[in-house]
């Protein structure tokens, strides 16, 4: 079993004053990724009044293991307690049967979560459970915020002690420290004062809420399991909707940007904690993050997918025998391109979907096997054959290198690289872990050095305004776009990490 830290769990003994103990906590909470692919930070579920809730928030948990796998974990209240227990690794691994049965109530959040390994991380894991001044709560978070340094030292003169590094401590501590007379003014207003991408569900004793930063920058939606007693029907919030599948839950809407929703046994009620700032929607959570079986931001992720693959056809269509998809994440863009360009779709790329996380690889030199291990070429596919290679993002350029020399490795004539987004320019700050400016070969390489880099016989990005009438319905959803224009819609970001690799020499 893996190594699981406990926080008011009836029959075992809280453990994470030693994982505190043991940890440098008070260091740099970033995780950026030396790998040349990007990681979503989180996934984030809620269930309200299920007789096995615990069991509910693993199952939507399991649906969103695809946003994090480094860390699970879940919180669950009865009226009276709110047991946590959170572990690293994936979310099967940690939630046995027998772990589960220690979760008991009927309301329950949870979290996956994309982090380092270590000590640290497992008490930086989520949900965080945190005894303050306005009771119990238990906050788990998608997202990051971005004016973190001034409220932690603002609330450290307060006479806040944190227990983690993580952002997400800041908004339950400023709800300790407010002096508004409810619970739900209290996270209304901390809500206000913070900054960034915030996708959240909290959890009390006898409450659940779940809230959108103003700009609406993450996923969050909410749906609702029919009791078939005929009593109050369970509320679930969860970042895609592709956990309610797997729940027999019904969607019901996004949680809108700004909005606070609170579960009680009274029922539901909402507010707009925040309103009069502008959509900004991750757009790239439509290119890559998200499961194409979702609907996000009013839209299903795999018509957005497959219109990306058919303007990308449009804007660089090229002479070639066949149109293969880097899987999973390029398939359905793929698939669009294909049926545009009137080519054959083949899968002349399988994937190990059994290949562990990183930090598991016993060793550098099986890291270094990266991309094999992952992607394996289907010869009578490509030899012999000029194919178009459909991908959803060059970061630092190596793994692409590597996938293109597979394909001729296999007998390819000739290798056209297209992808299914503008060029990555620029780091996130708003919860995706992207390498800084100097490292992102876009933002430092032209196209045409680009292409020579990776080998490809040709290179072809879509266009912003390409990516922009690809995700667009009647509603005209406003869409974060900085990591393909460098302009980002909130004032806070990290200026050393926004510097071109020229200016770091
Ligand atoms: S910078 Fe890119 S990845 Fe980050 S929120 Fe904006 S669009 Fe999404």
Not at 58 to 86: C, F, M, P, V, W
Not at 448 to 455: A, G, L, V
Request: aromatic share 6%; glycine share 8%; with cysteine.
């Amino acid at each position: 079993m893996s190594r699981l830290l406990f926080q008011g769990v009836p029959g075992v003994a809280d453990n994470s004053t030693s994982f505190r103990a043991q940890s440098t906590i008070y260091g740099s909470p970033s995780t950026v990724s030396e790998a040349d692919t990007l990681h979503e930070e989180c996934g984030v579920v809620a269930i309200h009044h299920h007789p096995h809730a615990a069991h509910q928030a693993y199952l939507a948990l399991y649906a969103l293991q695809h946003r994090g796998q480094e860390s699970a974990g879940i919180a669950t209240a009865d009226g009276h307690h709110l047991a946590n227990i959170k572990g690293m690794g994936l979310v099967s691994e940690i939630f046995t049967d027998d772990v589960l049965a220690k979760l008991p109530g009927s309301m329950a959040i949870g979290h996956t979560r994309y982090s380092t390994t270590g000590d640290s991380a497992l008490l930086n894991a989520q949900p965080i459970r945190v005894d303050s001044t306005k009771g119990l709560i238990a906050i788990a978070h998608n997202g990051n915020l971005v004016n973190l340094g001034n409220l932690r030292a603002r609330l450290e003169r307060d006479g806040a002690y944190f227990q983690t590094t993580s952002d997400s401590e800041i908004i339950v501590q400023l709800i300790a420290h407010s002096s508004a007379p409810s619970l739900v003014d209290a996270i209304a207003e901390s809500l206000s004062q913070v900054e960034g991408a915030f996708s959240i569900v909290m959890m009390t004793r006898d409450r659940i809420f779940a809230a959108r930063d103003p700009r609406g920058f993450r996923p969050l939606s909410m749906g609702r399991m029919k009791n078939p007693s005929g009593g109050a029907d369970t509320i679930v919030f969860a970042s895609e909707s592709c956990a309610f599948d797997l729940l027999r839950a019904e969607f019901i809407r996004d949680v809108l940007p700004g909005e606070l929703v609170m579960v009680s046994q009274d029922g539901v009620t909402s507010r707009q904690y925040a309103s009069g700032v502008p959509q900004s929607s991750c757009v790239f959570e439509h290119v890559y993050f998200a499961r194409p079986d979702s609907r996000i931001f009013g839209r299903w992720v795999q018509e957005s997918r497959d219109q990306m693959g058919r303007q990308l056809a449009r804007e660089s269509g090229v002479d070639a025998d066949v149109v293969v998809p880097v899987p999973d994440s390029g398939v359905t863009a793929a698939l669009g391109y294909a049926e545009q360009a009137g080519l054959p779709f083949r899968l002349g790329l399988i994937r190990n979907h059994y290949v562990g996380r990183t930090f598991i690889e016993p060793e550098q030199r099986v890291r270094d096997f990266g991309v094999r291990l992952k992607l394996n070429p289907v010869h009578n596919l490509l030899a012999g054959r000029r194919v178009i290679l459909i991908d959803d993002s060059i970061i630092r350029g190596t793994t692409s290198r590597k996938i293109v020399r597979m394909v001729r490795g296999a007998g390819a004539t000739e290798v056209h690289l297209r992808i299914s987004c503008p060029p990555t320019i620029s780091p996130c700050f708003y919860g995706v872990d992207t390498p800084s400016k100097r490292d992102l070969i876009a933002a430092n390489q032209s196209i045409e050095e680009i292409r020579r880099y990776i080998e490809a016989d040709s290179l072809a990005y879509l266009s912003l305004e390409g990516l922009l009438s690809c995700v667009q319905d009647e509603k005209e959803t406003g869409y974060c776009t900085a990591c393909y224009t460098g302009n980002y819609p909130t004032q806070w970001v990290d200026v050393e990490d926004i510097l071109p690799a020229t200016a770091s020499v």
